[in-house]
């Protein structure tokens, strides 16, 4: 309660009126929030909230979430937040406390992707909130449903210099799709019912729910502290301050006891679902080519519970198919449908090119990496990336997983028979790229040859790994070298290209999948934005591998600088021991730098992870050419 106490004293009321004007707008807000329509299913629960001393508003939050199946919350505590993260773990809601709160983000990010649900962290007020900045607007660029929970003052104090006071919605309003101020108890669970429900609804993304002291705090301790603020009677200002207060608590926790009725996930229907007429005019333009392409994006895997039949879809239309963001791994180590190299050349070959959920933005060349002869089918769930830089032939505003899945009803047998020839080509030119790879693996080096070492990695991860690659250089070459291992084994930032990414979506994902080994893959600059979470690692018992690449610079950066201005400046690091840090922080930790060293090394951390340890590997790299012009601007 010092963070209250701090909150709450009388000093604070020199301008009463102001926080009035404020504290008045605010409810105003809170209470036009309640009062809108949201779908939501039939009430699970009616709670009675009725004690002052112990029903508080973070049993509440505990319980809109778990009757949204949420079964984890990422956070870093603070005076703020506290009922929340107690709410939750009385009612069973597992609460994993970081070390920034950047990583609670890019953790409930995580859990978004690997599960189709909507991942939560709760932050608290100020710099806790805006430290997850980065972290949100990568959700938002990647289009991931996530809540944020902000803690925040007291509305009577709101705009008078309280401890940690900032505007937060100027500050995440560009980066979210909606956020709203809870200014009552009342207006809890109908507020966060609303958030859970638009973080998914059209285009997934991540929404802002901002929750003052006041509304989180049980009865009895927030009219304590209100009392305090309380000046002298014996004056008309003294008396209407006070009854300004106690007004002010009315409408915090209006009448007592009071039933709030909670219910289940609103029903979303089928999201993006495509006419027959439009998937009728996609199958025929497929059927009329003989050089078809398909790119597979993010958005091709949003409903987690569909993966095998998108796989089942993909493989019974036949069509060559690329794979990126999380769809990468769709398709399992080895399909003969999948193409994993020259996508540039394949795509200035073929005569139709179907984009599934993927925008022409710079990964396709802004769509000028397409020849203006080809035809174009564009499916995408956003509008917006609908269109990007270039109109396609034929746009389908729809769920891409869903067009596939209709597309693959109605295909008749034997499609791909148009295309063999095509087929045959383009896994030839795989096969030859495959062999420049080899002949870069067998390049003789004084440390470690990244390329012979990402293959050596390939041929030792498990087949149940999820991968994590948070990185510029070394994760590039993993991406040619290294293979998901099925779908949702692949995770990266996606559009916005953040490092940083890599122990926040590790936890995540050890959460939401504690039978799979967790690689993250870190270049050694990325690796600098996350090692201490190998301390969250080791107090909560999840267990993670981090190989990270180390060449002692900022290699993609460097390699192209120098070339053209001759100066490495800003791009030097050194050969640091990351595996004692490692040690340092409770994992175990190895240092490998001979080649003949890859692959008992990598046997011996496998078996340590199956004990249940986090694990850090120091791979000591060479500098090396092999994505030499790959620096994107």
């Not at 638009?198 to 209100?226: C, I, N, R, W």
Request: glycine share 10%; charged share 20%; net charge positive.
């Amino acid at each position: 309660m010092e963070q209250v106490t701090k909150l709450v004293t009388k000093n604070n009321l020199a301008y009463a009126g102001a926080a009035a004007v404020v504290a008045g707008a605010a409810y105003a807000a809170g209470s036009w929030i309640s009062s809108q329509y949201v779908p939501h299913g039939p009430v699970q629960e009616t709670y009675e909230f009725k004690d002052e001393e112990k029903d508080h508003g973070g049993i509440l939050v505990g319980k809109v979430l778990l009757h949204h199946n949420v079964k984890f919350i990422f956070t870093l505590c603070g005076g703020h937040i506290s009922p929340i993260l107690v709410g939750c773990k009385a009612l069973g809601i597992r609460v994993i406390d970081v070390r920034h709160e950047v990583n609670a983000a890019f953790a409930a990010d995580a859990v978004s992707r690997l599960t189709g649900t909507v991942g939560v962290c709760a932050v608290t007020a100020g710099p806790g909130l805006s430290n997850t900045v980065t972290a949100v607007k990568n959700c938002q660029m990647a289009q991931t449903p996530m809540l944020v929970l902000g803690g925040a003052t007291s509305d009577i104090l709101k705009g008078r210099a309280s401890l940690q006071d900032i505007d937060q919605f100027a500050l995440l309003k560009p980066h979210v799709k909606w956020s709203a101020h809870i200014a009552s108890v009342d207006d809890i669970v109908p507020t966060l019912e609303k958030a859970l429900f638009y973080a998914q609804d059209g285009t997934p993304g991540p929404v802002f729910v901002e929750l003052p002291v006041d509304v989180l705090y049980p009865k009895k301790t927030v009219s304590s502290q209100f009392n305090k603020m309380k000046p002298p009677q014996n004056s008309i200002v003294g008396r209407i301050i006070s009854a300004y207060v106690d007004y002010h608590g009315r409408k915090v926790f209006g009448s007592m006891p009071k039933n709030i009725k909670l219910h289940a996930p609103a029903p979303r229907g089928v999201r993006g679902a495509p006419s027959n007429r439009a998937v009728n005019k996609i199958l025929g333009l497929i059927s009329k080519s003989t050089k078809p392409v398909m790119v597979l994006g993010s958005q091709t895997l949003a409903m987690a519970d569909k993966v095998n039949q998108i796989q089942a879809a993909v493989q019974k239309l036949g069509i060559p198919v690329f794979l990126s963001g999380m769809g990468r791994g769709l398709m399992g180590k080895s399909n003969p449908l999948q193409c994993r190299h020259n996508r540039r050349s394949a795509l200035k070959e073929a005569d139709l090119v179907i984009l599934c959920g993927v925008p022409m933005d710079f990964r396709l060349e802004y769509g000028q990496g397409i020849p203006r002869r080809t035809k174009i089918i564009s499916i995408n769930v956003d509008k917006h990336d609908l269109y990007l830089n270039r109109w396609p032939t034929y746009p389908v505003l729809a769920d891409p997983a869903l067009v596939l899945l209709k597309l693959a009803e109605i295909a008749p047998s034997g499609l791909a028979a148009s295309w063999q020839d095509w087929q045959q080509h383009l896994m030839a030119s795989d096969q030859k790229r495959e062999k420049e790879i080899d002949e870069h693996a067998a390049v003789k080096t004084d440390l470690l040859n990244p390329v012979h070492f990402c293959r050596k990695l390939d041929e030792i991860i498990g087949d149940n790994a999820i991968l994590i690659g948070d990185g510029g250089d070394f994760v590039g070459t993993c991406a040619y070298t290294v293979k998901p291992r099925g779908p949702l084994g692949w995770l990266d930032p996606g559009p916005f290209g953040t490092l940083g990414i890599g122990m926040g979506f590790a936890i995540g994902a050890k959460c939401v999948n504690p039978e799979k080994e967790i690689w993250v893959l870190f270049g050694d600059g990325a690796a600098g934005y996350s090692l201490m979470e190998f301390d969250t690692l080791s107090r909560l018992g999840i267990p993670v591998i981090a190989v990270i690449g180390n060449d002692a610079c900022w290699r993609q950066i460097e390699r192209d600088q120098v070339e053209v201005f001759h100066d490495d400046v800003g791009c030097a690091l050194t050969y640091t021991k990351y595996d004692e840090v490692g040690k340092a922080l409770g994992a175990e930790g190895f240092t490998i730098e001979k080649p003949e060293d890859i692959v008992p090394t990598l046997t011996k951390v496998r078996e340590l992870y199956a004990q249940g340890k986090s694990v850090v590997i120091n791979a000591k790299l060479s500098k090396h050419d092999f994505r030499k012009g790959s620096i994107s601007l």
